[in-house]
């Protein structure tokens, strides 16, 4: 049961445009919200001041008769906030489905003019009749009303199932602070509704892990985390490896980072082949590139290597791959270290077996070879492949 | 209406009567004014253990003696008598009312509606006192709501234990339920 206030207060415009069109916006969104989380879900509608304490509308599910009452709602008169609540209460009781919990969500912007010791005895009275209450403070904020207002919800509540929510005044719009409250979330840890309408206004599906969202999508986003479980895995057997071959190569950091490299690489054609998009953890990957850069080549292109990459790594950490693989080779056409690589026959002669179409006894994959060392564009022979 | 227990009281005799409690549906058991939230369930076990508080007991909130317990059945049954094990140091109830087949029935229209049987209730920390139900009014309970309006003295009211004595029918007073069709899949309601 929703309690509007439409006292005379609510004519001020510290909320664009006034305090009770921000009102109606949230109260608006917050029945849209409510009826879709659950189909047997109702919302009435009732308000505080006007013509007096009087209900607009008796809980419904039907959204469109609750968004038609608002409309042409007269703003004037004070705020009757304790007859509203027993009113409330009196609506809730007499729902028509028993089973249905009973909530009050008030919109609380006029001063409070009762004492905390009433609004107490108020609140324990909706305790014992299993009543939950979300109050919504924005508007007129006098020293005492934030207290009165906690100590109301204090006694009405059991087991966190009522809220209070603290809307100061500013460039954020009413709707908007109240999306990412408990109040839209309600309970059960988020509705579709909401939870959407939430990472939409936050700029980016960031609320959800590999941008997203499960109810929408649920088998893409399992592939997804699947994917970066795997890719993970692979990673940690390609650390321990590159770990065990520090010890037995002559030049340390180098091949340490040819072999990573060199299999990091077949890790992530495989892995562009599978999903179009990479769900690879940021920081993870990140770290590790920005470790590899570290490690190899001169440090002044490894730190602007570095810069790039962390900006790049930010929007697409894939990329950030790619583009520390490219820097490192780079570095290394002067050192030729790549080249080192194919200095092993029998590595080059088993991935050119792999290769369809390639018959390493033919004369001119012969000669390629032979033209092989020492230069270091050959890598890019490898990546077409 | 009181009668104790005059006779050696074998365990297995007494808790053979008792066994109304497994026809109660525990999980939509409901109370109003419990200060912790769903201790209610606790209060429905055998016979043997009812003093055993381990599992918690219902207490009501601070300062507030009453106490509703709204008590659905998984089928219509027959209640003989019923027995309330309370708390000591006044804390125990003082007065049940009791109301059939009624839902959502919140203290205000307990204090008003007229009940179908109320009792005097006596301080019973051993649960040895049972109080006798006009039996032609309890046929076919499918659900029974206790109004504990009183206790004695006490700041809160506290139940360790209710026992229900009859027997069970087969029959189911609602069958068909409110059924909701899925036009929209709803990721909660498959949990």
Redesign the interface.
């Known amino acids: 049961m929703i309690c509007i206030d439409n006292s005379e207060w609510m004519r001020n415009g510290d909320y664009a445009p006034s305090r009770f069109q921000a009102q109606a916006d949230a109260v608006n969104l917050i029945c849209g919200a409510k009826t879709?989380?659950?189909?047997?879900n109702t919302v009435g509608v009732m308000t505080m001041a006007g013509k007096g304490v009087r209900v607009l509308v008796t809980p419904t599910s039907d959204l469109g008769k609750i968004l038609a009452c608002m409309h042409g709602l007269e703003v004037g008169a004070e705020a009757n906030l304790a007859a509203a609540i027993q009113v409330a209460q009196l609506a809730l009781?007499h729902r028509q489905?028993?089973?249905q919990q009973q909530r009050i969500i008030a919109f609380i912007g006029s001063p409070v003019k009762y004492d905390k010791k009433v609004l107490e005895t108020i609140g324990?009275k909706l305790?014992?009749?299993?009543v939950a209450l979300d109050i919504v403070d924005f508007g007129e904020s006098d020293d005492e009303k934030p207290e009165k207002l906690e100590a109301l919800i204090a006694a009405v509540n059991?087991?966190d199932s009522s809220h209070i929510v603290h809307v100061p005044p500013g460039d954020n719009a009413l709707s908007d602070v109240l999306l990412s409250t408990p109040i839209f979330t309600g309970e059960?840890g988020g509705?579709?509704f909401a939870a959407s309408a939430a990472a939409a206004a936050a700029t980016g599906a960031s609320g959800f892990e590999f941008g997203v969202d499960p109810?929408v999508d649920p088998e893409l986003a399992l592939a997804l985390r699947l994917s970066m479980e795997e890719e993970r895995a692979r990673q940690e057997a390609i650390a321990k490896k590159a770990a065990e071959d520090t010890e037995n190569k002559d030049h340390a950091s180098s091949s340490n980072n040819d072999s990573v490299m060199a299999e990091a690489e077949p890790a992530t054609n495989a892995a562009d082949d599978d999903k179009k998009e990479q769900p690879k953890d940021d920081d993870d990957l990140l770290q590790q590139a920005l470790a590899m850069s570290m490690e190899g080549g001169s440090s002044g292109s490894a730190s602007v290597a570095d810069a790039a990459m962390a900006e790049a790594g930010a929007v697409d950490p894939d990329l950030a791959l790619a583009l520390q693989m490219s820097v490192q080779d780079a570095n290394m056409s002067s050192d030729s270290d790549m080249s080192k690589v194919f200095e092993d026959r029998s590595f080059v002669t088993s991935i050119l077996n792999s290769l369809p179409g390639v018959d390493p006894n033919d004369p001119s994959v012969k000669d390629l070879l032979a033209s092989l060392h020492g230069q270091g564009e050959v890598r890019s022979f490898l990546f077409l492949s | 209406m009181a009668c104790l227990h005059d006779h050696s009281c074998e365990d297995h005799n007494c808790a053979a009567d008792w066994s109304l409690y497994n026809h109660v549906d525990i999980p939509k058991v409901?109370a109003?004014?419990e200060s912790v939230?769903g201790s209610v369930k606790s209060v429905f076990k055998p016979w043997e253990q009812r003093l055993d508080t381990s599992g918690g007991f219902l207490e009501s909130?601070e300062g507030?003696p009453?106490l509703l317990v709204f008590i659905p059945f998984t089928s219509d049954v027959k209640i003989k008598s019923i027995s309330i094990v309370g708390g000591a140091d006044g804390t125990s109830p003082s007065r049940m009312r009791a109301f059939i087949n009624r839902?959502?029935i919140?203290?205000?229209d307990a204090q008003n509606m007229q009940p179908v049987q109320e009792w005097e209730l006596a301080e019973n920390l051993q649960g040895a006192l049972e109080y006798q139900t006009r039996y032609s009014r309890f046929q076919g309970v499918a659900n029974l709501t206790l109004h504990f309006s009183d206790n004695f003295g006490g700041d809160t009211t506290k139940i360790y234990y209710i026992g229900l004595r009859g027997e069970a029918t087969q029959n189911k007073r609602d069958v068909v339920a409110?059924i909701?069709y899925e036009?929209?899949p709803?990721?909660?309601d498959h949990k």
Do not use: A, I, Y
């Not at chain 1, 305790?127 to 299993?130: E, G, P």
């Open positions: 879709q989380s659950n189909p047997e009781k489905n028993k089973r324990k305790k014992k009749n299993n059991s087991s059960e509705s579709g109810n | 409901v109003l004014n939230p909130n507030d009453e839902e959502g919140d203290f205000s409110t909701v036009v929209m709803n990721p909660s």
